[in-house]
């Protein structure tokens, strides 16, 4: 089993920056690739950004390409998303999602149904 736990969310105004980041246990010796989603309210859950198991390929959401960057640590277990110019329709709370069985070092993707493990989330409110 994986256990995914998020933090680093909070209140920013527009035009800020906040990190966030997904702190992985359990079977850590275990390759995954990670992915952050967000959901606003009243809205479905969708992708913002992926990074391979090995942080050699990432794959970025058409809304946060060139304002977000995903990047992790695999010493620490840890995936970071840096996020810069910050968007009231940013606001969502932000999961990270990790998934087995990864077929190649640089396989990245954008699709919930892939992922096998979620976090329970961290809000982001960016205010205007």
């Known amino acids: 089993q994986v256990q995914l736990v998020e933090s680093g969310g909070g209140l920013v105004q527009a035009g800020g920056s906040l990190s966030v980041s997904c702190a992985k246990s359990g079977r850590t010796f275990t390759r995954h690739v990670i992915g952050w989603f967000r959901q606003a309210p009243g809205k479905e859950r969708e992708f913002v950004a992926s990074?391979?198991?090995?942080?050699?390929?990432?794959y970025y959401a058409d809304s946060v390409k060139g304002r977000f960057t995903i990047s992790r640590d695999n010493a620490k277990n840890t995936v970071y998303l840096q996020m810069n110019s910050l968007k009231p329709e940013d606001t969502a709370v932000y999961h990270c999602?990790?998934?087995?069985?990864?077929?190649?070092?640089?396989?990245?993707?954008?699709?919930?149904?892939?992922?096998?493990?979620w976090g329970q989330g961290t809000q982001v409110t960016v205010s205007s």
């Open positions: 990074i391979s198991w090995s942080g050699l390929n990432t």
């Open positions: 999602a990790a998934k087995r069985d990864v077929p190649s070092t640089y396989y990245v993707t954008s699709k919930l149904s892939e992922y096998d493990y």
